[in-house]
């Protein structure tokens, strides 16, 4: 439900365009900073977390040396970079498609990428009594 209303925070630059007069590059970096917001606050809520948030497992633990320790910390960062511009970039170059192609508008699309989050959230509650925890 995250995604969806992630989603549903892309309608926020034609809602400042149109309802407040906010510049149209204004309304975007707009997004942007409380993009940027969000994700601090996710990060700082799980910097939070204690190790009682873990669940018991009898895996093998493995001891890190420092150095790997920094190589890995720059591997981390580095694959959330990637993940969040790899999200972006899909649904933008998806947004341009829908409105060069079907001439839809920005809220029509983010309307779209809602719904599409909310089926993808619900197919993955599973079907009562199934062992699987997906619907499919």
């Given at each position: 439900?995250?995604?969806?209303?992630?989603a549903?925070?892309?309608?926020?630059?034609?809602l400042?365009?149109?309802?407040?007069?906010?510049?149209?590059?204004?309304?975007?970096?707009?997004?942007?900073?409380?993009?940027?917001?969000?994700?601090?606050?996710?990060?700082?809520?799980?910097?939070?977390?204690?190790?009682?948030?873990?669940?018991?497992?009898?895996?093998?633990?493995?001891?890190?040396?420092?150095q790997?320790?920094?190589?890995?910390?720059?591997?981390?960062?580095?694959?959330?970079?990637?993940?969040?511009?790899?999200?972006?970039?899909?649904q933008?170059?998806?947004?341009?498609?829908?409105?060069?192609?079907?001439?839809?508008?920005?809220?029509?699309?983010?309307?779209?990428?809602?719904?599409?989050?909310?089926m993808?959230?619900?197919?993955?509650?599973?079907?009562?009594?199934?062992?699987?925890?997906?619907?499919?």
């Amino acid at each position: 439900m995250g995604h969806a209303l992630g989603a549903a925070l892309a309608v926020l630059p034609p809602l400042l365009r149109d309802f407040a007069g906010v510049d149209p590059l204004d309304s975007l970096r707009a997004a942007v900073v409380l993009y940027a917001a969000l994700y601090a606050a996710t990060a700082i809520l799980y910097l939070g977390l204690s190790s009682q948030a873990e669940s018991a497992t009898s895996a093998l633990r493995v001891e890190v040396s420092p150095q790997s320790r920094s190589i890995l910390a720059k591997m981390s960062f580095l694959f959330a970079l990637d993940s969040f511009a790899g999200g972006f970039q899909g649904q933008c170059a998806l947004r341009v498609f829908f409105h060069a192609q079907f001439g839809a508008s920005e809220a029509a699309i983010g309307m779209l990428f809602v719904g599409a989050r909310i089926m993808n959230a619900f197919s993955h509650l599973g079907a009562p009594g199934s062992p699987s925890a997906s619907a499919w």
